[in-house]
């Protein structure tokens, strides 16, 4: 493993959050004593059939609860008793208003260290917006130019290989092409490369996995257990990353336009850098944060457009009318396809992929009338705010022309938060939204996805949002 570099560091690294989860339930307990009489009204006596459906279904029960006790509530899973700030003005406070009064790292955030570290997701505060700050240029147009030709690539390869006439799972399917796609754009490796870019991308596979089981198996230590297998697979993933920073910080490439050679290359604006460590966190932060995320919008993506061919009929007319089947620009997927822009904000309103915005609150503050203790779990849920009725008019129809420009500026602030918002907003977002629309756009250009008499499609929510058991379509040429 390289030597960390430790030269003009940026300051303020935060302090381990300890991994034994024992020691994690009873602080949480603390924090409940210490706040008592302080947590506003809802469900907070244990119940074993709740939690059990939180665990497989929560949509339900959260807007139950704000139906019968209003924007805020506290609930009890386990042995949490968690608060739930719902609608847009709690959006808008979460993220844009009075973001100081919560921190990231120490809600459940903090149990995505083990495989991200320290990246944007687990971080706060001054040290975060310095490390955000680092970041940006990363995201500029020559970088989102590149990352895009290496999406054109992948995806040709990918759509290519798909046979008509044949059921595929297209989760499965897209999952594959947006590892690849990271694997080439993020960390610049080759994803055929089986000493690299391809073990990197079974284990990251493998490390995610930990994250989509049972709470209570993610507890267990030991031989064979998740947890040894996420440690296992974070080693190979450290070596492969570490072996590359090292790398390329001893022969600087200017024409790298990939993540991690420009954060290799970053400086702050007072000629901070980010160590060895701190590149390692971001880039793996990265990869979750962009990886399901695409993967889940653009399978949603398929299975509405298959069960509503109105939309895809009118869909594919503005493609056809722009694109006359060549692969899309920057430019056309941003500026020429607003009925796409709208498909796209109608699948993210009804299944935004990071569907919770989990947050810990750092000091006592009142919202809605009600009080919240400092160290209580607070979460804004953008899933169950985007379907609010009072909101969005019949919440579970799938109805792009909500999302005109006209109607799309008129929700209340907050209403619509499928990236976050204010400061911390998502800061892949365009990045992620190129990668959708494009992939969409060529997948449709050949083919279409049709669904399978007498299936239905149930979603699950760890990681984020995704159809559980992936989801099969039949393929059939586009004419």
């Known amino acids: 493993m390289a030597t960390i570099d430790s030269t003009a560091p940026i300051a303020g690294r935060p302090s381990r959050l300890t991994a034994n989860p024992f020691r994690r339930v009873f602080d949480d307990l603390a924090v409940e004593v210490r706040g008592r009489g302080k947590y506003p009204p809802g469900l907070s006596d244990f119940d074993w059939e709740r939690t059990k459906q939180v665990a497989r279904d929560p949509l339900p029960i959260l807007l139950g609860g704000y139906e019968e006790f209003g924007p805020i509530f506290s609930m009890r899973f386990l042995h949490i008793r968690s608060i739930w700030m719902l609608g847009p003005e709690a959006n808008h406070y979460v993220t844009v208003a009075h973001p100081e009064n919560f921190h990231w790292r ?82 610049g490796l080759d994803p055929d490369d089986a000493g690299k870019g391809a073990l990197a991308a079974e284990n990251f596979e493998v490390a995610l996995g930990f994250f989509g089981i049972d709470f209570a198996l993610r507890l267990v230590r030991g031989p064979g257990s998740p947890w040894r297998r996420l440690m296992s697979a974070r080693a190979v993933l450290d070596r492969i990353v570490y072996e590359e920073i090292e790398r390329r910080r001893a022969a600087p490439d200017s024409g790298r336009r990939d993540i991690l050679s420009l954060l290799v290359e970053a400086r702050g604006e007072n000629g901070e850098r980010f160590t060895d460590t701190e590149i390692r966190d971001q880039v793996m932060t990265l990869m979750f944060a962009g990886h399901d995320t695409s993967t889940s919008t653009v399978t949603f993506a398929l299975y509405e457009l298959a069960h509503h061919p109105d939309v895809l009929a009118r869909l594919c007319a503005e493609q056809d009318r722009v694109l006359a089947g060549a692969p899309p620009t920057i430019d056309q997927l941003e500026k ?100 959708v629309k494009l992939v969409t756009t060529m997948l449709l250009q050949r083919l279409r996805a049709d669904a399978l008499p007498g299936r239905t499609m149930t979603v699950r929510q760890m990681p984020t949002l995704s159809p559980r058991g992936g989801l099969k379509m039949r393929l059939r040429n586009r004419a």
Request: net charge negative; charged share 25%.
């Open 106 to 187: 120490e809600s459940s955030f903090g149990d995505l260290i083990p495989l991200l570290g320290d990246g944007l997701l687990t971080i706060d505060d001054d040290y975060h917006d310095r490390a955000r700050a680092i970041m940006v240029p990363a995201f500029h147009r020559e970088q989102v130019d590149a990352a895009t030709a290496a999406m054109v690539g992948e995806a040709e390869a990918a759509i290519a290989a798909l046979a008509p006439d044949t059921v595929v799972d297209v989760y499965a399917w897209m999952r594959a092409l947006a590892m690849r796609i990271a694997m080439r754009a993020l960390l």
């Open 336 to 435: 020429e396809l607003p009925y796409l822009d709208m498909v796209v904000d109608e699948v993210l309103r009804l299944y935004p992929p990071a569907w919770i915005g989990p947050r810990r609150a750092v000091r006592d503050f009142e919202w809605g009338g009600h009080q919240v203790p400092q160290g209580a779990y607070v979460n804004y849920c953008s899933w169950a705010s985007h379907r609010l009725p009072d909101v969005f008019p019949e919440p579970e129809a799938f109805v792009p022309e909500r999302f005109t420009r006209e109607r799309k500026a008129a929700l209340p602030r907050g209403a619509y938060v499928p990236f976050g918002g204010g400061k911390r907003i998502c800061l892949g977002k365009r990045f992620g939204l190129i990668e």
